[in-house]
């Protein structure tokens, strides 16, 4: 059974920091790309940051600075360090787990909340 497990949201004031894990099982970790979306209220599921299997990793032009996104293969967990927080990063968080050769392998957290206040 997959299962992604998102922890690390809260409440914080704007310009501070969070850290969010996603633990993965019942995945060959190594074998998958992983995601970072976000989701606010009445909008859609954006791209956050993704990281590639071998560590090269993409992100959204409103993180770019501010986010980083990272694994650890051993733990199969990826993070998503979150610093300078604005009220407009508030949103659902979720995990993504995308294999790099079978498209149809495709999992996802159950999300976490993240609440920046002004």
């Known amino acids: 059974q997959v299962q992604l497990v998102e922890s690390g949201g809260g409440l914080v004031q704007a310009g501070g920091s969070l850290r969010l894990s996603c633990a993965t099982s019942?995945?060959?970790?190594?074998?998958?790309?992983m995601g970072w979306y976000r989701q606010a209220p009445g909008k859609q599921r954006d791209l956050v940051a993704t990281?590639?299997?071998?560590?090269?990793?993409n992100y959204t032009d409103s993180v770019k600075g501010r986010f980083t996104i990272s694994r650890d293969n051993a733990k199969n967990t990826v993070y998503l360090q979150m610093n300078s927080l604005k009220p407009e990063d508030t949103a659902v968080y979720y995990c993504?787990?995308?294999?790099?050769?079978?498209?149809?392998?495709?999992?996802w957290g159950q999300g976490t909340q993240v609440t920046v206040s002004s």
């Open positions: 993504n787990a995308a294999n790099t050769r079978f498209a149809h392998f495709n999992f």
């Open positions: 019942g995945i060959t970790f190594r074998g998958y790309a």
């Open positions: 990281i590639t299997s071998g560590g090269d990793t």
